[in-house]
């Protein structure tokens, strides 16, 4: 069985991909074998899709970003794809559009299943933004998604770390944010690579009481539109994910997040003590 998951939305389809393991885990709970591939980390090989599991009675194999492969091994990988185990369930997540016509594209159109992960607009983010708010019990007015939907675009990491920030408040109207700086400028400073400017927004605007994890969505959102070397797109994403999370998860509290984002921009140091960095900064 193969499951495709079309489109570029990292968000959507990392949600996808954990209700997928969330809803297989559940129907399989004893015996199951669980594999995920990056294409983009080294060390791949495919023929593995065609093992049967040794200690379990099922498998689940997820590739994540096939779109990323070179073409040959776009070709390798669509071979092992036929003629699978009936035990294995095989999810490829493209992330970049794949060769019309190419065997691994074929393959895919005739998936079991496909799920669309392209980014909303319109319509159909007005309603996700909705949704969201509706499963952490916040009220949202079309005026207040409105506002989302002007600050955030797409970014659906961004608005969902908004509105769980302000999960606390009865409404998005009432938050009453006072903003000194002018929309986007965090755009601004990653489009112009102004690095020593945005470190000194960061500390000022920790320094005004604005949330960090608003901050880090987008900024988020500003890496992934206005940096186009992908090896640093991918390694800034990753240091804002890992920030996010340990913020989240209460293992480092705000002025630490902060620290962090600035230590670790592009002309920052290599390795840094940022209990003392941050000391420095404030």
Request: with cysteine; proline share 4%.
């Amino acid at each position: 069985m193969i499951i495709f998951i079309s489109g570029s939305d990292s968000f959507l389809a990392r949600d996808a991909i954990h209700k997928l393991k969330t809803k297989y885990l559940e129907k399989n709970p004893d015996g199951v074998e669980l594999i995920e591939i990056d294409a983009t980390e080294p060390m791949r090989n495919w023929a593995d899709l065609k093992a049967s599991p040794l200690f379990a009675t099922s498998r689940l194999i997820i590739i994540k970003r096939a779109g990323e492969l070179l073409v040959d091994e776009q070709n390798n990988l669509a071979s092992m794809l036929t003629d699978l185990p009936p035990s294995s369930v095989v999810v490829i997540w493209d992330g970049k559009p794949l060769k019309a016509k190419s065997p691994l594209s074929a393959q895919l159109e005739a998936a079991t299943k496909t799920i669309n992960t392209e980014p909303l607009a319109g319509s159909a983010l007005r309603s996700w933004i909705k949704s969201q708010a509706t499963e952490i019990g916040f009220e949202v007015t079309e005026e207040s998604v409105g506002e989302l939907v002007d600050q955030y675009g797409s970014d659906l990491w961004g608005i969902q770390t908004d509105l769980r920030t302000r999960q606390g408040t009865s409404s998005i109207s009432s938050w009453g944010r006072v903003q000194t700086e002018k929309p986007f400028a965090l755009f601004d400073y990653v489009r112009g690579k102004r690095w020593s400017e945005l470190r000194k927004h960061l500390v000022l605007s920790h320094q005004r009481g604005e949330a960090v994890e608003m901050t880090i969505g987008s900024l988020a959102a500003a890496v992934r539109k206005n940096v186009s070397d992908p090896s640093l797109k991918r390694k800034m994403t990753d240091t804002l994910s890992e920030i996010d999370i340990a913020l989240k998860s209460g293992l480092i509290e705000s002025g630490d997040a902060i620290a962090l984002l600035a230590c670790y921009l592009p002309d920052g140091q290599k390795r840094v003590q940022w209990e003392v960095a941050w000391e420095s900064l404030t």
